[in-house]
């Protein structure tokens, strides 16, 4: 029987998510396991589920020879060293749009929150006190809020706000005017502008190097006196220190903070401050969102295990689901049609460029061009080499990879894919589409033309186009037992040279490649296994 996979899950996740994991794997829950138990063990797994707290770094990616999957329960993956991962084929997966809504609506608690003092005057009158003069607040109606970071979570943010009457306006360099006409957001071009005019402010962006403390105290002196500020992303956005000066001075009205510099965090003098409220890191805590993400980390892990495409993936381009099934079938010729080249030749590469034309270029055709180079690698490199890291592999041992996309169709073709790979003497080149089944051929090697489904065993010959040649391969493959499935010819002219493509039953050895290239006229002969 077959053993099953193993999976380790550091931090609290939903039931549900853990049956799943469960039913198909060997799951460990050990929600309270400490860093040195963990860096024990995490060789024996093959995946690993965390959310926010478990810091997936070098020192624990070193130890994880079996690992091919960090699946992070929620959105931000920056208690994950990706480059690390990525660097050894594993894959990170998160569950970006599960917790979303939970986020926002923690969010706007904050804005809520701090606009009626209601958690102060909540401790007030239990207390035993009854006053209503300290609390009196201010309205969120014909307020302007700022916000920076118009991704999923802003964006939820900017709509639900607007209800309320707010301006919105927002910061996001990285996205295109459309989405802010989308959620009828003012675009604002520089940060400071947004500032300088908005009475409250969240924030809602990754935690990036460009991210981390991108407001300080700078930024903080040109606010509005009296600004409001609510981050829910990632602690350290807004620089603690600086956040602090300006909560005591009066700068700042008031903060709401769910996530913190360090966490866990405990005894932050920030806390200590009446007009800041503080949740530890809850954001994502809700019914819903915790069944939603629990569910969604463990069908991943699941189905990363069993050598499935994630769309999650973090570190491999980001891809829908029905996307992936229209280039799926080119994604597995490719990926044999990479493993062609070192058979043939030893000659070190420089420059792979994959044009794809006609239909195919409307596609997002990535993965399609990561599938090539992970075939061409996986053969010579004694690493492994995935979807995750094929593209670094071949960056880090100098060859360059380019990828085109030409709407117009190559000579006839609905699709062709037309792969070049040059070396220090010369470019080699393949061709590749699918039949009318929708079944990848290989259709075209160096300059003749060719209709074969790559097999497992293939031989491919050069020889001159005389009478007699294929005659002679023939027997001496009848000879060794070796069965023919198919044979194609390309040839450009009668008499010159032609390229034999074979798609064979069993494994040639080198005495029978040997006995071929010995037939007169027959330039070089060689197997390959794909
Ligand atoms: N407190 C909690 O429990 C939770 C926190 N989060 C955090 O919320 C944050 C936002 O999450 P999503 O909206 O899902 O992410 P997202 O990726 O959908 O949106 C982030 C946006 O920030 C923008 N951005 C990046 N760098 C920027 C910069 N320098 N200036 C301005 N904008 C910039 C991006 O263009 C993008 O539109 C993340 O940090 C995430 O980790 C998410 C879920 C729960
Ligand atoms: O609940 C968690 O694990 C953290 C949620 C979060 O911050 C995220 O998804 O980015």
Known sequence: ?????????????????????????????????????????????DALVVRSVTKVDEELLSRATN???????GNGVDNIDLGAATQRGIIVANTPESNTMSAAELTIGMLLAQSRNIPQ????????????????????YNKTLGIVGLGRIGSLIATRMAAFGMK???????????????????????LEDLLRTADFITVHTPKTKETFGMIGEKEIEIMKDGVRIANVARGGIINEKALMEGLKSGKIASAGLDVHEKEPCYGNPL???????????????????????????????????????????VNLPAIHRDELMAIRPYIE?????????????????????????????????????????????????????????????????????????????????????????????????????????RQGKLVKIQGYEVDVNPSDYMLFIQNMDVPGVIGNIGKILGQEHINVATMQVGRNAKGDMAMMVLNIDDEVNQETLRKIMDIENVLWAKGIKL
């Open 333 to 437: 010729l490719l990926e044999k049609l990479g493993k062609i080249y070192y058979q043939l030749y030893q000659e070190p590469i420089e420059f792979v460029n994959i044009d794809y034309w006609g239909n195919i270029a409307a596609q997002d055709v990535e993965m399609i061009t990561i599938a090539f180079i992970k075939g061409l690698l996986e053969p010579v490199v004694e690493d492994k080499v995935n979807y995750i890291n094929a593209k670094l592999v071949a960056e880090q041992r100098g060859i360059r990879v380019e990828q085109q996309k030409i709407k117009e169709h190559y000579d006839g073709y609905m699709d062709f894919i037309e792969i070049k790979i040059r070396n220090k003497k010369g470019t080699f080149v393949l061709g590749g589409n699918l039949s009318s089944k």
């Open 67 to 73: 690992l091919k999957i960090v699946g992070r329960a």
């Open 271 to 313: 806390f200590e401050l009446d007009n800041v409220i503080v949740t530890p890191h809850i954001g994502a805590d809700t019914k819903e969102a915790q069944e939603n993400v629990g569910i969604t980390v463990a069908q991943q892990i699941v189905n990363a295990l069993k050598g499935e495409i994630v769309p999650n993936a």
């Open 1 to 45: 029987m077959e053993t099953k996979k193993r999976v380790i899950i550091t931090e609290k996740i939903d039931e549900e998510g853990i049956k799943v994991l469960q039913e198909a794997l060997e799951a460990d829950v050990c929600f309270n396991i400490s860093r040195e138990e963990l860096l024990e063990k995490i060789h024996e797994y």
């Open 121 to 140: 005057a909540n401790t007030f009158l239990k207390s035993g006190k009854w006053d209503r003069s300290p609390f009196q607040g201010v309205e969120l």
């Open 168 to 190: 919105v306006i927002a910061y996001d360099p990285y996205i295109a005017d459309e989405r802010f006409e989308r959620f009828k957001v003012e675009k604002i071009e520089r």
